[in-house]
């Protein structure tokens, strides 16, 4: 059966397009139906993402509402991405993989091998959860039919300047703006953190809608739980490195939701790609629309995740 | 069930060849391995004869690349899988994707294992590296639960290997950046997770306090034993509560579990420890080896008596047991 799939012209030299990511945290079902209606209608960004990322558990909730989320979207003019379950154990799971091969007229973000292996063939999408570290698996990918793949956070400037290098003909995409998935797990920590196992989680990662915040015994902030999933404690903000990025070859700059307002966030690295404002401007922005939060950069910058490089002769305010 | 146990030097590959290992398995000294510690690993030379010094003794050698080659500089991994196949190793183990293909399409006559670092956790993903890259083996992620495994077995043409013993990641292996979210140095990048020269330790009063990069990760009090900072063993404050969040400081045992791993068909267990000296080594591939040869003899394996060799002086199941989760 052929497969209509909404791709864009692909040029290291396309206009940057702006990606909403994949809702990585359980919001309450009324809370993301009113989001998606408010990216639909007001936020300035080419492609959103849509489906359950960390954990099958969360999916009953929101399953019925898929089909609705989608049709608004599109209808909005939003290229819609499904991404699929980072981590995949067991038949239940290995099913819900299995059914993305009927499903139709969407591309698919795959984010483990079982979902490359059952996409193999059908234009597809590669996500940021998938190692592609070198040239060799990126090319790999390409044969395979990924047309955009997003990159890994951990990866520096070198390496996304070499593999931009090796695939002219494909999108490249990388995530520019809130917490980076460091970890994902079989064990539940968000049920662990109140004394609760897996399997009778009480969905207590709910509380907790952007992270459940995991400090230092010293009291530092360090990291952020989001049940089996283990994210940064620092939002990461590319503000100052995205001409850059752009001008290596990557053209797709993903902004991962949290609870402020992702509306906001997308204007300014809206008006940031349209050099309405520099990237000093924008990263303040940032700032003042996340609210209490520490921002990082260091991932690209080849030194640890969790400290912001600053730019010489860019001067970033605090 | 086939026992793999570690080397990180040819003294403790010799030690575990010796305590009755099947295969040892071992790295290069660079970052082209998991275990990219100093004063570990075996030069060209070194895996040449002590390959010799195993197959001699009927024990089968398997080598370890498995990091994911640096873009830019993939010919360091070609060139370490292209060696240990001139060498004459009875298995590489390997994670990236590019690599696997270089292999298969170099060496088509290889045997390829699927590293732990690849976490292949379910059936499609294990039947994409085996009809991709005719990968023989898959080392199982250490997010399983016994039954998981059972029905992965029942449902592959493919061995699998399980970790038995040591060190016990609880996150999805090659997966995981907590290492160089605080260090800048990550197991897929660098071969290296929480790496020594980003440790220290400080002492406050009575307390020691053992720090990574810049972060706290334990903070010990006079009477408790002070343990290495590896990040997701530490000890973090979080919905107002201090504690060991993701793991305690324990390591995994599977010896009570033996007889069911081998119903479940996992065809190997796999040692942990490349970075252990050859007391340790001698000590618990011995006592595996005995365990095994009491089950295959049709006898209740004997209890390995290893709580004292384990990180925190306790072990645990980990994900085979459910309820870890």
């Known amino acids: ?318 | 069930m086939e026992l793999v146990c570690p080397a990180g030097t040819p003294a403790s590959l010799r030690a575990a060849v010796e305590a009755g290992a099947d295969v040892v398995y071992c790295g290069f000294r660079d970052e082209t391995n998991a275990r990219n510690f100093p004063g570990l690993n075996f030069s060209r030379a070194e895996l040449a004869a002590e390959t010799e010094f195993a197959h001699a003794r009927g024990t089968h050698v398997y080598l370890a690349c498995n990091t994911y080659p640096t873009a830019g500089n993939e010919a360091l991994w070609h060139k370490a899988v292209d060696d240990a196949v001139a060498i004459g190793v009875d298995a590489v183990i390997l994670a990236d994707i590019g690599l696997l293909r270089y292999t298969r399409d170099r060496h088509p006559d290889a045997r390829l294992h699927l590293s732990v670092q690849a976490s292949a956790s379910n059936v499609e993903a294990i039947r994409f590296y085996h009809r991709e890259f005719g990968v023989r083996r898959v080392v199982l992620p250490r997010v399983l639960s016994l039954d998981e495994i059972a029905d992965l077995n029942r449902q592959i043409g493919v061995e699998t290997e399980v970790f038995a013993f040591g060190g016990m990641c609880v996150m999805a292996e090659g997966r995981c950046s907590l290492s160089s979210y605080a260090t800048g140095e990550s197991p897929n990048m660098n071969g290296v997770c929480s790496p020594a020269h980003h440790v220290h330790y400080e002492e406050r009063g009575d307390a020691t306090v053992s720090r990574l990069g810049d972060f706290t990760i334990n903070v010990y009090g006079a009477s408790e034993t002070v343990g290495y900072p590896t990040l997701c063993k530490g000890r973090f404050r979080a919905m107002g509560k201090a504690g060991y969040l993701f793991e305690e400081p324990t390591s995994l045992d599977v010896t009570s579990m033996l007889p069911e791993l081998e119903v479940a068909g996992v065809t190997a267990l796999k040692i942990e420890g490349r970075q252990r000296g050859k007391a340790y080594i001698s000590q618990v591939v011995g006592s595996f080896r005995r365990a095994l040869d009491q089950i295959a003899a049709g006898q209740n394996a004997v209890a390995s008596r290893l709580s004292h060799m384990t990180e925190g002086q306790s072990d645990t199941t980990g994900a085979y047991r459910r309820n870890w989760q």
Not at chain 1, 8 to 20: E, K, N, Q
């Open chain 1, 1 to 318: 059966m052929s497969m209509p799939v909404n791709t864009m012209p692909s040029s290291a030299l396309s206009a940057p397009r702006l990606v909403m990511g994949p809702v990585l945290f359980h919001w309450q079902a009324d809370y993301l139906r009113d989001f998606y209606a408010r990216i639909a209608d007001e936020a300035d960004v080419d492609v959103v993402h849509v489906g359950e990322v960390v954990c099958a558990k969360r999916m009953p909730f929101f399953d019925r509402d898929w089909p609705d989320v989608i049709e608004r979207l599109q209808r909005a003019g939003k290229q819609v991405v499904y991404s699929t379950l980072a981590l995949v154990m067991g038949d239940r799971e290995v099913g819900i993989i299995r059914d993305l091969a009927e499903m139709p007229d969407l591309l698919i973000e795959a984010n483990d091998f079982s979902a490359i292996g059952v996409l193999a063939g059908r234009p597809h999408m590669v996500g940021p959860y998938v190692n592609i570290y070198n040239e060799g698996t990126l090319r790999y990918m390409i044969e395979r039919g990924a047309t955009r793949i997003a990159l890994p956070w951990e990866l520096p400037e070198s390496s996304i300047a070499n593999l931009c290098a090796a695939a002219p003909d494909v999108e490249l995409e990388m995530q520019v703006f809130g917490r980076v998935p460091l970890a994902i797990s079989a064990r539940c920590y968000s049920a662990r953190a109140n004394g609760l196992h897996k399997d009778g989680c009480r969905y207590v990662c709910g509380d907790t809608p952007d992270g459940m915040n995991v400090d230092t015994l010293d009291g530092a902030p360090f990291l952020a739980v989001n049940g089996l999933q283990t994210l940064s404690g620092t939002y990461l903000e590319l503000s100052a490195e995205m001409a850059d990025l752009h001008r290596a070859g990557i053209n797709l700059f993903r902004l991962s939701p949290h609870r402020c307002d992702m509306v906001a966030i997308a204007t300014v690295y809206r008006q940031l790609l349209g050099g309405l404002i520099g990237p000093e401007e924008a990263h303040q922005a940032v700032l003042d629309i996340a609210g209490d939060v520490n921002l990082a950069n260091g991932f690209l910058h080849a030194i640890p995740g969790a400290e912001l490089y600053r730019i010489p002769g860019q001067a970033q305010p605090e």
